[in-house]
C-alpha cells in the first residue's frame, strides 16, 4: 500500500531540516519495507515569492489528497522587520491550518537523559519531565476576524473569540490523553479576567463529569508559566488556547535543553500536520548546523498517526543513540558539533544497520 507524504519545507533552515526528516524516512521505508511517496509543495515566505501567496492552491490540493504532512518552518525576516507588508509568510501556516481543520497541537515535552545538564534549569527537576501540551490551533486571537487600525492609525485591536464547540473538541482530544497517561488534565487560562477564558473554563467543567477518572484542574496562564519552570513533573497533560499555547510550548521547550528537540502533530477534521516547534532559525539558514531532532520526531509522531508504532520506535531508537553517541548539532553539542545532514546521515544509518 502507498503512502502519500506531502513535504512542505518552508523557509529558513526548512528545507534543510525536512531533507533530513526524509532521509530517515526512506531508511524507515526500505528497513520495514513499505512504500512511501514523497510529494514537495511551497508554503511560507518562498510561496509568496514564486506566487504571491503563503499556502497557494496547489499546496492546499495536495495537503488534502495525502497521507500526512510533514512541514518545516516559515518566516523570513525580511516580513518581520516590515510591520506594513500586505501578505506574511505566518498567514501560510495559519491558512493551512484553518483550511485543513487542524484544531489541535499536540506538543510532547520530555527530557532526554542525555540533555540534562544543557536545560538551564535544574537536573533535579527537570529529570523524568513528561507531558503534553495540547494547544487549540484554528481559533483565539490569531483568527479574530475583527482586527486593524483605527482611521488616524494611532490605535490597533485584535478580537478574541471562541465557541463552546471550538473548546469541546480540543478538550475532549486532552481528556483522551489524560486517560492514556495519568489521568490528570491542567486547564490553562486566564478566566480572573476574560470572557473567553470564563467560557473554555465552564465548558470543561461541564464535560468533567464525562471522564470521572481524570483529575482536572484550573490553573491561571501567569501562573502556569511559573510553574512550567519551577515544577515542570507536575503536568500531565494541559489543555488551552491558542496564544497561551503558542507561548507556553515555547516556554516549555527549554526545559529540553534546546528548542530544536520538541516534536509536534497538528490534527483535526483532515489530513495531519507533523512540524517541530521551532521556527524557521533564519541566522542558521544555509549553513547546515541546525538541529534536525525536532522534525525527525516529528516524523516518528506522523509513523505512529499511520499506525506504524514499531517503525516510529526505531526513529525514536535511532534519535536517543545519536543523542547517547553524541552524533549532535551544535546546539547540544559539549564535544564536537555535528552538521545537520550527518546528523541525518547517522540516524538513517542506525536505521538500517540495526534491528528492531
Ligand atoms: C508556532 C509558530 C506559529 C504560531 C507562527 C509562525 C505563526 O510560532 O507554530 O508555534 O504562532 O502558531
Ligand atoms: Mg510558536
Known sequence: MKTRIAVLPGDGIGPEIIREAVKVLKAVESKFSHNFEFSEALVGAIAIEETGNPFPDETYHLCKSSDAILFGAIGDPKYDNNPKAGVRPEQGLLAMRKKLGLYANIRPVTTFPSLLDKSPLKKHLIEGVDFVMIRELTGGIYFGELRGRTEDGTKAYDTNVYSKEEISRVTKLAFEYALKRK????????????????????????????????????MFVDNAAMQIITWPKRFDVIVTENMF????????SVITGSLGMLPSASVGLQTSVFEPIHGSYPQAA??????????ILSAAMMLDSLGLMKEAQAVRAAVDASLAEQVVTEDIATGKAYKTSEVGDWIAGYIAKNSF
Open 286 to 295: 544555509g549553513k547546515n548546523i541546525a538541529n534536525p531532532l525536532a522534525t
Open 183 to 218: 489521568k490528570k488534565l491542567t486547564a490553562v487560562d486566564k478566566a480572573n479576567v476574560l470572557a473567553t477564558s470564563r467560557l473554555w473554563r465552564e465548558t470543561i467543567q461541564d464535560m468533567e463529569k464525562d471522564y470521572p477518572e481524570v483529575e482536572v484542574e484550573y
Open 245 to 252: 499555547g503558542d507561548i507556553l510550548s515555547d516556554e516549555s
